[in-house]
């Protein structure tokens, strides 16, 4: 029988079958030079002991606190927000330890520190936990460099016992209204909560996704270090969802208008977890303060624009002067 098919099928085929070759090795090449580049990346930016300094613990009687320490000059001190850790000031760091020494902790109940079930993760218990801290380490008239929650923290603290030379508030989480009401008493229940499939590494990469602007930046190797606390210890959920009850605190920020330390907030433009105008009315409720606004930088100020950033501090720091 004759076939009916046209004399220039088969070349047809062939030459479909060579553009998804060579299309496919393009591809692959892409894609291995994106993973080099990953790799690369991670092998620097990933070196927390370089960076930041060897992980240490702070021994207190309602549980250990995971610090690092690096650099020679004033107390400085880095705060990292809900979710997050110390690692977050690894590419900021290293810009300042030149000029100070400079001290990160991991909150407790999140990071390398501990997650007690006692703990209620509000705003008093973290507060005192941090100036516990501060007191312990010696830190003798820090700055503060405050991420998020770690700002609210700060400003709870400091608004009791100013005591720090001024505090850089990164897109302070001090918009009670952000919270629903609802998931209030709900976020009370953290350690069932924790059974629930909520801190999967997908979860954490879309929360990157969500902090960090510049996407290059979000490799592979960077999602499994925010990852690692939530996967070594199941607590850590339960630590993240109580913590709801400290950013819905009712009342902040006129909580913070007895502040006598200098307040300087610094704020990027497309931040998608803090609104620029919870910055303008934290501005307005504490005498003096400065609200500064970068016009590309995410959630996460520090590691979007660490240059900028330091030159922010900077400024501050002069200005104290």
């Not at 009687?61 to 110390?86: E, N, V, Y």
């Not at 979860?203 to 270090?225: M, N, Q, S, Y």
């Not at 307040?263 to 620029?276: P, S």
Request: net charge positive.
């Amino acid at each position: 029988m004759v076939s009916t098919h046209p004399a220039f099928l088969p070349l047809l085929v062939l030459f479909v079958i060579a553009i998804v070759l060579v299309a496919g090795y393009f591809w692959q090449k892409q894609v291995r030079h994106r993973l080099a580049i990953s790799a690369a990346l991670d092998a620097d930016e990933l070196d927390f002991d370089r960076r930041l300094g060897p992980l240490q613990f702070l021994e207190r009687t309602d549980g250990k606190i995971a610090f690092r320490q690096i650099g020679q000059g004033p107390d400085l001190i880095c705060l990292h927000g809900i979710g997050a850790s110390m690692i977050i000031y690894r590419r900021l760091v290293p810009l300042l330890a030149d000029r100070y020494r400079v001290t990160c902790l991991d909150l407790p109940g999140f990071g390398w520190s501990d997650k007690p079930h006692s703990l209620s993760y509000e705003l008093e218990p973290q507060a005192e936990a941090l100036t516990a801290a501060i007191h312990i380490l010696d830190l003798k008239k820090p700055l503060v460099v405050a991420s998020s929650m770690g700002a609210a923290i700060a400003l709870a603290s400091l608004t009791k016992e100013a005591w720090a030379r001024a505090i850089i508030a990164l897109a302070p989480a001090t918009d009670p209204g952000r919270i629903p009401k609802v998931l209030l008493p709900i976020a009370a229940h953290g350690e069932r909560l924790q059974r629930l499939p909520l801190s999967t590494r997908a979860t954490v990469r879309a929360i990157a996704h969500k902090v960090i602007a510049r996407r290059e930046i979000i490799t592979p190797g960077l999602v499994d270090a925010y990852f690692r606390p939530f996967k070594a210890e199941s607590s850590a959920a339960a630590a993240f969802l109580k913590s709801f009850r400290l950013l819905g605190d009712r009342r902040m920020p006129a909580l913070f208008k007895a502040l006598t330390v200098p307040l300087v907030i610094l704020y990027g433009k497309n931040d998608a977890m803090v609104r620029a105008a919870s910055c303008e009315t934290l501005e307005a409720a504490i005498p003096g303060a400065k609200l500064i606004v970068h016009p590309t930088a995410g959630h996460h100020i520090m590691e979007d624009e660490p240059e900028w950033t330091a030159e922010q501090i900077a400024a501050v720091d002069k200005s104290l002067v």
